[in-house]
């Protein structure tokens, strides 16, 4: 059973001794999870091929998670899909051809989180809508136009 406080924690260290071409899939599925400690996702499912090179694991990665953001038309809360895939180089001590934070410990336990969330926000729409055709707010009253019309709407503005 995983570490709650550690989620995407992989031992790897089964992997290290084995042939060149091995690989590995694990599975993640959660149904709230804090990946960082400014990172909150619920529903996040995916899979990690770990893959033995010559130079350390190869990790293709495929998550998909929905975090709540808030619409920049109605200020609405909603539920935001994101997902994303990514391939990182783990490389043995020895032979470190990445950087620092992609070294294999000697523990052999890798932390996915800060990857994950890393390409996670990497799809954040900049502007977040909780709909295509969301309406937003009215500018004099601030009504939510996708719940009600108000008197604003109707009024024609002449210059």
């Given at each position: 059973m995983p570490n709650p406080r550690y989620p995407l924690r992989i031992n790897v260290g089964f992997l290290l001794n084995q042939?060149?071409?091995?690989?590995?899939?694990?599975?993640?599925?959660?149904?709230?999870?804090?990946?960082?400690?400014d990172f909150q996702v619920s529903k996040l499912e995916g899979v990690a091929r770990l893959n033995r090179t010559p130079q350390g694991l190869l990790v293709e990665a495929d998550f998909s998670a929905y975090q709540t953001d808030e619409c920049v038309r109605c200020l609405e809360p909603f539920?935001?899909?994101?997902?994303?895939?990514?391939?990182?180089?783990?490389?043995?001590?020895?032979?470190?051809?990445?950087?620092?934070?992609?070294?294999?410990p000697e523990d052999g336990n890798i932390d996915l989180a800060p990857l994950t969330r890393d390409y996670l926000l990497l799809e954040k729409p900049i502007k977040a809508l909780c709909k295509p055709d969301c309406k937003g707010l009215c500018v004099v009253c601030g009504e939510d136009l996708n719940v009600t019309t108000c008197a604003h709407q109707s009024q024609v503005v002449v210059k």
């Open positions: 042939p060149v071409g091995t690989s590995r899939d694990i599975h993640f599925d959660y149904t709230d999870v804090r990946l960082t400690v539920e935001q899909e994101l997902d994303t895939q990514y391939q990182e180089l783990f490389s043995f001590q020895f032979h470190p051809t990445t950087e620092p934070s992609l070294v294999i």
